[in-house]
């Protein structure tokens, strides 16, 4: 029998006299993940901030059967002088950990991710990507009930993807519950039960194949500083669907398929990869 760790019953949201959300209702399941997908500013942000106490309810309530444990990570991550260690470091031994489990259970997550080089520079240094893998390894370190996660691939690489997926399926298949928000269809087939649209201010069950219309990825490059460079490959250009460049980047959007394949080219042509996003729309 399933097992209701939140219901959110009746809701709505105002900020001043614009709804934003109106009579939103479903449950949180014991190990289940729910995806809420919709165009940007329709309110899934809000209604995540809601679930975890961090904005009122309007009208409605939200009941949390018990006092879980919730943890959210935020799409924008604040930057600070901490290093990321240090500050995952302490979330771990404020959750509980001792310092040597915390720093034990830091090291491997950030070994995970692929962190090792940059978990000891300060926050405010780090990129977006890696500011979003720094809250994802806080979250893991200490198993919470629930998961509240605000567009958790954005920014994140190929390969930190595909860990990042992997490790919240374990998650919950220890019986953690997440909900998040998200556009990657690859993510919302690989993890949620259930998905659900947020259009027009309501809340409805959704058929993934109907909800989005286009898949593609958007690759963002950077020279390197010290070699200056190299050339685009042609091998790039064939697989793009397009290239847009300037003197500090280019931005090439090209099919999921392809997007491995142009990352291996322009990493041995001498540029990084400085972001990347799928979009459906």
């Given at each position: 029998?399933?097992?209701?760790?939140?219901?959110?019953?009746?809701?709505s949201?105002?900020?001043?006299k614009?709804?934003?959300?109106?009579?939103?209702?479903?449950?949180?399941?014991k190990?289940?993940?729910?995806?809420?997908?919709?165009?940007?500013?329709?309110?899934?942000?809000?209604?995540?901030?809601?679930?975890?106490?961090?904005?009122t309810?309007?009208?409605?309530?939200?009941?949390?059967?018990k006092?879980?444990?919730i943890t959210?990570?935020?799409?924008r991550?604040p930057?600070s002088?901490?290093?990321?260690?240090?500050?995952?470091?302490?979330?771990g031994?404020?959750?509980?950990?001792t310092?040597?489990?915390?720093?034990?259970r830091?090291?491997?997550?950030?070994?995970?991710?692929?962190?090792?080089s940059?978990?000891?520079?300060?926050?405010?240094?780090?990129?977006?990507?890696?500011?979003q893998?720094?809250a994802?390894?806080?979250?893991l370190?200490?198993?919470?009930?629930?998961?509240?996660?605000?567009?958790?691939?954005?920014?994140?690489?190929?390969?930190?993807?595909?860990?990042?997926?992997?490790?919240?399926q374990?998650?919950?298949?220890?019986?953690?519950?997440?909900?998040?928000?998200?556009?990657?269809?690859?993510l919302?087939?690989?993890?949620a039960?259930?998905?659900?649209?947020?259009?027009?201010?309501?809340l409805?069950?959704?058929?993934?194949?109907d909800?989005?219309?286009?898949?593609y990825?958007?690759?963002?490059?950077?020279?390197?500083?010290?070699?200056?460079?190299?050339?685009?490959?042609?091998?790039?250009k064939?697989?793009?669907?397009?290239?847009?460049?300037n003197?500090f980047h280019?931005?090439?959007?090209?099919?999921?398929e392809?997007?491995n394949?142009i990352?291996?080219l322009?990493?041995?042509?001498?540029f990084?990869?400085?972001?990347?996003?799928?979009?459906?729309?």
């Open positions: 029998m399933a097992e209701n760790l939140i219901d959110v019953v009746g809701v949201k105002y900020f001043g614009d709804q934003i959300l109106e009579d939103i209702n479903f449950s949180i399941e190990g289940k993940t729910i995806a809420l997908v919709g165009h940007n500013g329709c309110g899934k942000s809000t209604l995540l901030r809601m679930i975890a106490h961090l904005t309810v309007s009208e409605g309530k939200i009941i949390h059967h006092k879980w444990k959210y990570i935020p799409e991550f930057k002088d901490f290093t990321a260690r240090e500050y995952v470091m302490s979330m031994m404020l959750d509980g950990l310092k040597e489990e915390a720093k034990e830091g090291r491997f997550l950030f070994r995970q991710f692929f962190m090792d940059m978990a000891d520079k300060p926050m405010k240094y780090l990129s977006k990507g890696t500011l893998k720094t994802v390894i806080q979250a370190l200490t198993k919470a009930d629930i998961l509240l996660m605000d567009e958790p691939l954005s920014g994140q690489d190929v390969e930190s993807q595909n860990i990042f997926m992997a490790m919240i374990k998650y919950v298949n220890d019986g953690g519950s997440v909900v998040m928000s998200c556009h990657e269809k690859k919302i087939n690989r993890l039960d259930l998905v659900y649209e947020i259009k027009d201010r309501h409805k069950q959704a058929v993934l194949e909800t989005f219309l286009q898949e990825d958007v690759l963002i490059f950077e020279r390197e500083e010290e070699s200056g460079g190299g050339t685009l490959p042609k091998e790039v064939d697989a793009a669907d397009m290239v847009e460049m003197s280019i931005k090439i959007r090209s099919s999921a392809n997007s394949q990352i291996r322009m990493l041995g042509a001498g990084q990869l400085r972001e990347m996003q799928n979009v459906q729309e």
